[in-house]
């Protein structure tokens, strides 16, 4: 009886353990995910402006080809 109440004891220790850890992990995965959502906008983000730029870039080329053109 002694031995399986031990016995008991542990695998109580070890699932309490467990469930720290599984906790921990939860937390981790947690953060790991609102850090990789904050760098999807921020890239999304650096998109639309590059877009925009790429197309200001176009237009200003655009316009000296007619320039050019007109000489």
Sequence with gaps: LHKTQSHLSQVCQEKQASQLKLQALEKEISSAQDVRMHLEKAVAQCR??????????????????MEKEEL
């Design 48 to 65: 639309g402006e590059h877009h925009q730029e790429i197309q200001q870039i176009q237009e200003h080329l655009e316009c000296l080809e």
